[in-house]
T-cell receptor
């Protein structure tokens, strides 16, 4: 079985401050890790993924995530948050290339001006 | 980039009727598509894996006779909610797999009255 935990339901930051959204995972074998963002009444938009290689992954809109195998974590980060980053963020994991994603519960990010 | 569309984007139907939702990959062929369900302010729950030319694989607890999935071509999968009831009201999202990623549709809001 595979699973994802996003320990924070909500994250609130001021615009211009660093943003971190936490994610830990559990999966047998090599994990494929993903971050998606969802705006109200919309589908998911892909931010970034880790398959293999460099542990620091850079993605869309200035986001990055660091894969930490020993801590089984894949936290999402942005050095300077924007108000427009306010949305619902999902971490997801799959086993290698079977495509079946397991999602975390989601973290609502609010960036205040 | 890869684009996935869904139709309709929202639908209201009466209890007892059936509703069909289409998922199309617009610029690539997808042998595998996925159907997810999302309740308000909750995560995505994988319902089934749709494979072109073969029967769908349903996740545990999902009624295959209620949620009929047909993957007739490499660019189209359909989800039919049969004999819909108010508890079937939800946000349904499809995705199409290509290489290491899934591309998500914009979702369909189903309301059963």
């Amino acid at each position: 079985a595979q699973s994802v935990a996003q320990p924070e339901d909500q994250v609130n930051v001021a615009e211009g401050n660093p943003l971190t959204v936490k994610c830990t995972y559990s999966v047998s074998g090599n994990p494929y890790l993903f971050w998606y963002v969802q705006y109200p009444n919309r589908g998911l938009q892909f931010l970034l993924k880790y398959i293999t290689g460099d542990n620091l992954v850079k993605g869309s809109y200035g986001f990055e995530a660091e894969f930490n195998k020993s801590q089984t974590s894949f936290h999402l980060k942005k050095p300077s948050a924007l108000v427009s980053d306010s949305a619902l963020y999902f971490c997801a994991v799959s086993r290698s290339n079977d495509y079946k994603l397991s999602f975390g519960a989601g973290t609502t990010v609010t960036v205040r001006a | 980039g890869a684009v996935v569309s869904q139709h309709p984007s929202w639908v209201i139907c009466k209890s007892g009727t059936s509703v069909k939702i289409e998922c199309r990959s617009l610029d690539f062929q997808a042998t595998t598509m996925f159907w997810y369900r999302q309740f308000p302010k909750q995560s995505l729950m994988l319902m089934a894996t749709s494979n072109e030319g073969s029967k769908a694989t349903y996740e545990q607890g999902v009624e295959k006779d209620k949620f009929l999935i047909n993957h007739a071509s490499l660019t189209l999968s359909t989800l039919t909610v049969t004999s819909a009831h108010p508890e079937d009201s939800s946000f349904y999202i499809c995705s199409a797999a290509q290489t290491d990623e899934q591309y998500f549709g914009p979702g369909t809001r189903l309301t059963v009255t």
